[in-house]
T-cell receptor, first 112, second 114 residues
Framework: DADVTQTPRNRITKTGKRIMLECSQT?????MYWYRQDPGLGLRLIYY???????NKGEISDGYSVSRQAQAKFSLSLESAIPNQTALYFC???????????FGSGTRLTVV | SQQGEEDPQALSIQEGENATMNCSYK?????LQWYRQNSGRGLVHLIL?????REKHSGRLRVTLDTSKKSSSLLITASRAADTASYFC??????????????FGTGTRLTIIP
């Protein structure tokens, strides 16, 4: 099993729908992150959490919300999806005091 | 806005040649990291260099860091077809705790021609 698992892998949804992307990890890391990737723009940080009680906005949090249900689980929600939220979404984890991130395989989201 | 920008945006070389990618960043950093992404997949951490280091090696990878120029380079020697991927630099802010949230660049798309 992957260290960081994202579900679903692919999702097509309609404008205005609420959708949740889920991330779970077996690394035992405290820190978790949600990024989105768009062609030519690299990865941009949406939200991050340094522990279960800590949630922080990233650079592009508008239109998104998150929930840290447990140390191992960090979910991203789009309350009312819009087409410009079509992107590849990545969850990542890291260890407090550590260095490199571990990424999930991504969720490809299409909003029509 | 992006902290890091990679140059070139795309690079194609023959198998066996060396590949060099550059990253420039804007603000003071604690560390700089390089990641590889195979098409549509998650990023994989390759190597980290701290702000007080100038050069680091890992296998066929060589990373340099020039904090006075706010730039880094990644050299892949003796390239292989399996090195075909996108490469991203990521910078971490000033902190005593390591791994503060990273800011990623826009990436270099490397293609190795067999």
């Amino acid at each position: 099993d992957a260290d960081v698992t994202q579900t679903p892998r692919n999702r097509i949804t309609k404008t205005g729908k609420r959708i949740m992307l889920e991330c779970s990890q077996t690394k035992g890391h405290d820190r978790m992150y949600w990024y989105r990737q768009d062609p030519g723009l690299g990865l941009r940080l949406i939200y991050y959490s340094f522990d279960v009680k800590d949630i922080n906005k990233g650079e592009i949090s508008d239109g998104y919300s998150v929930s840290r249900q447990a140390q191992a689980k960090f979910s991203l929600s789009l309350e009312s999806a819009i087409p410009n939220q079509t992107a590849l979404y990545f969850c990542a984890t890291s260890e407090t005091g550590g260095w490199g991130y571990t990424f999930g395989s991504g969720t490809r989201l299409t909003v029509v | 806005s992006q902290q890091g920008e990679e140059d070139p945006q795309a690079l194609s070389i023959q198998e066996g040649e060396n590949a060099t990618m550059n990253c420039s960043y804007k603000t003071s950093i604690n560390n700089l990291q390089w990641y590889r992404q195979n098409s549509g997949r998650g990023l994989v951490h390759l190597i980290l260099i701290r702000s007080n280091e100038r050069e680091k090696h890992s296998g066929r990878l060589r990373v340099t860091l020039d904090t006075s120029k706010k730039s880094s380079s990644l050299l892949i020697t003796a390239s292989r077809a399996a090195d075909t991927a996108s490469y991203f630099c990521a910078t971490g802010g000033i902190s005593n705790f390591g791994n503060e949230k990273l800011t990623f660049g826009t990436g270099t798309r490397l293609t190795i021609i067999p």
